[in-house]
């Protein structure tokens, strides 16, 4: 397939707004900003063996390349608009590219996300998505906003991916498959975000593990965080993982990657209104901590001993 075509075939997937004045074919992409918005701008890049695993299908690449950077959106509080790709393959292969664009436009569909543009190059796998959506800038969640005294929530369960991927890599993928649905078709919480916007809240996603992220929101906002152990929510499918001790299973919570939930602070008067509003969302949202005024973050087991853990999370230049 010559580049011409592949660009064509891409193009027949794309989502249609009336705000893509002009979009894939010229030089630049033109696009329409509605007054009073600032645009949120986020890109991310999968690398193959690095951030999937060599084995994942095209579909669900293409699902997961914009899902992050969807997930990156709902930690703004933005609404999500339009998408750039830029993808290096190694070849030019109809079969692999048609089932990206349907991972891909999958989401895209169900976000209203256009595609206006992207480059195409020839290369190891990677796939760079670019989002950009809206928000009010005095509405959007900062990862400065977090106060001494407020409470520490995430959404969703926590280890589910990291326990896909401990699946996978032990080649007892088939008896975990909600795990690796986790890991390689995140759902990015974006009605999350939004919703939190009516909070003066923190947030940030968790996509390199719980203590990592919670770490750069800790020193955006200069202050500590407290997390309980106990408190961590954990799905079913986690808890029934055969051969997984109490131990391994918190690790796997505390510094495994890829869950893209919503790691947040509310003021504690809040507390109320978020858990009503996350039912209304239908789900799951859990207090699991609360910001603290010395500068260091710290895990407490059910005794209120600190629990260190061998690993703080997933560094990709480590
Ligand atoms: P240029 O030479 O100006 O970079 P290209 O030939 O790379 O243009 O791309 C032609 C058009 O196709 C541009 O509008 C570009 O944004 C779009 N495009 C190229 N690759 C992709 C892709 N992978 N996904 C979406 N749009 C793409
Ligand atoms: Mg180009």
Known sequence: ??????????????????????????????????????????????????????????VDVGYKSLAVNLSD??????????????????????????????????????????????DTVRGPLSITVGIQGFVDPKRALLRSRAQVGDLLWVSGTLGDAALGLKALKAKAGDQHLSLLQRLNRPTPRVAA?????????????????????????????????????NQLPTSAFARSYVGLDDYQ????????????????????????????????????VTVIGEITADPTVEVLDADGRRFIPALRGFDHFA
Not at 98 to 116: H, I, M, W, Y
């Open 1 to 58: 397939m010559s580049e011409f075509a592949l660009i064509e075939r891409i193009k027949r997937h794309a989502v249609a707004r009336d705000d893509v004045l002009l979009g894939i074919g010229d030089d630049a992409a033109l696009l329409a900003v509605p007054a009073g918005m600032c645009l949120a701008v986020s890109v991310d890049t999968l690398i193959a063996g690095r951030h999937f695993p060599l084995a994942t299908s095209a």
């Open 73 to 118: 959106l709902a930690a703004m509080g933005a609404e999500p608009a339009w998408a750039t790709l830029s993808l290096s393959l190694p070849s030019f292969d109809s079969t692999w590219l048609d089932q990206f664009c349907a991972g891909f436009s999958e989401l895209a569909r169900e976000f209203n996300v256009a595609l206006v543009g992207g």
């Open 193 to 229: 975000g939004l919703f939190l916007r009516d909070f003066s809240v923190a947030a940030i996603d968790v996509s390199d593990g719980l203590l990592a992220d919670l770490t750069h929101l800790a020193r955006r906002s200069q202050v500590g965080a407290r997390v309980y152990l």
């Open 249 to 284: 299973l918190r690790l796997h919570q505390l510094s495994g990657g890829d869950d893209y939930e919503l790691l947040f602070t509310s003021h504690r008067s809040s507390r109320a209104e978020i858990e009503a509003g996350f039912v209304d969302l239908g789900l799951q």
